[in-house]
């Protein structure tokens, strides 16, 4: 009288969830759906690993955790570009008050 496995569908969620997160990571956008997918994914393996193999969907969790990291990977890679960029940029310009050549 076992139940029959059964597909989760937070797994597909993590997944989506996941790689749109991936896709507007480098936008910094993507923390948002990547963070979501993380802690789908936690609550989504914990409900998988008390069903007892009745609930499957791992292979999506696992896609999904993946594509969310990279996401946020993205986008720290994308912040630490931006300030390096804004760093370059202050150095560039000139600190100070111009004064004419002939003044003390």
Same mark, same amino acid.
């Given at each position: 009288?076992?139940?029959? /496995?059964?597909?989760? $569908?937070? !797994?597909? !969620?993590?997944?989506? +969830?996941g790689?749109?997160?991936? %896709? ?5 956008? @993507? ?8 802690? +789908?994914? #936690?609550?989504?393996? #914990? ?7 009745? +609930?499957?969907?791992s =292979?999506?969790? #696992? #896609?999904?955790?993946? %594509? =969310? ?5 993205? !986008? +720290?890679? $994308?912040l630490?570009? =931006?300030?390096? =960029? @804004?760093? %370059?940029?202050?150095? @560039?310009?000139?600190?100070? /008050?111009?004064? $004419? /050549? @002939?003044?003390?």
């Amino acid at each position: 009288m076992d139940p029959d /496995p059964e597909p989760s $569908s937070k !797994a597909r !969620a993590v997944f989506a +969830l996941g790689l749109v997160g991936f %896709l507007t990571g480098a936008f910094v956008g @993507g923390v948002i759906p990547a963070t979501v997918a993380l802690l +789908l994914a #936690r609550q989504t393996a #914990r409900q998988a690993y008390e069903a007892k193999g009745y +609930l499957t969907g791992s =292979a999506w969790i #696992r #896609r999904g955790r993946r %594509l =969310a990291w990279a996401g946020i990977v993205l !986008a +720290l890679t $994308s912040l630490v570009i =931006a300030s390096i =960029a @804004g760093l %370059l940029h202050l150095a @560039g310009s000139p600190g100070g /008050p111009d004064f $004419s /050549p @002939g003044t003390d």
